[in-house]
């Protein structure tokens, strides 16, 4: 990225508020690294590489449907040393997975800073550690196999699959090269975000479990 951080010139600061105004309102959030992205390409810049993210994330949402899809962008950013999009997308995913089983994920958002600064072997093991059950098999397949390409170690598989996951990995290091310098924590980066009521009750279920009160499994039901 550009070694100065300019200003935004006053026409950039009111197309980025417009912008994060119409996005909120479709989506339920806003990206905050949309300010980076302005301030390093141009407004002409940035709504080009928009429309080159939406369509990489349609075609891995498509693949991997939009629980696992964040999965794949949690763990992509994670190697790319970005807490933004990690916390975002790992958040987003618990989220899908609490409304669609009435359950907590083994894997919380709010570990991620902590995490952040471990090798991407030791990221491997966390991972691997709390993805051990069943239940998680085809997360953590997914997850291996996405490392597998980081590695260049890869066996061929399904090659629509293997095709999106080798996307991955340069779709969001173009991403986290604006997304990284952003400190404050995401919100769920996914439509799940306008979800307000869900978001709540997940948030009650993390705080009981952290209490050791077991959670209601009907919690989860929007």
């Not at 916390?87 to 995490?115: C, K, S």
């Not at 709390?130 to 597998?148: C, N, T, V, W």
């Not at 061929?156 to 952003?182: M, Q, T």
Request: proline share 4%; charged share 25%; net charge neutral.
């Amino acid at each position: 990225m550009t070694s100065t951080r300019r200003d935004l010139t006053l026409i950039e600061r009111m197309v980025m508020k417009t912008i994060r105004a119409l996005t909120e309102a479709s989506e339920g959030y806003f990206a905050a690294f949309d300010e980076e992205m302005i301030r390093s390409w141009g407004v002409r810049g940035f709504l080009k590489a928009c429309a080159i993210m939406a369509k990489h994330w349609a075609r891995i949402e498509k693949q991997f449907g939009v629980e696992n899809a964040h999965m794949v962008a949690f763990y992509s950013s994670m190697w790319n040393g970005c807490t933004y999009c990690g916390y975002g997308h790992l958040y987003a995913h618990n989220l899908n997975y609490f409304q669609r089983t009435g359950q907590l994920f083994p894997m919380r958002e709010d570990e991620i800073e902590v995490r952040m600064r471990a090798t991407d072997e030791e990221i491997l093991s966390w991972v691997r550690t709390h993805l051990s059950g069943p239940e998680f098999g085809d997360k953590l397949r997914l997850i291996q196999r996405l490392y597998a390409v980081r590695m260049g170690s890869l066996e061929p598989g399904d090659a629509a699959e293997d095709e999106v996951l080798r996307l991955s990995i340069p779709f969001y290091s173009f991403i986290n090269e604006c997304s990284i310098v952003v400190e404050s924590l995401a919100p769920p980066i996914g439509r799940i975000a306008k979800q307000k009521a869900l978001i709540e009750r997940y948030q009650e279920a993390r705080a009981a479990a952290a209490a050791g009160t077991p959670a209601d499994p009907n919690n989860a039901q929007t």
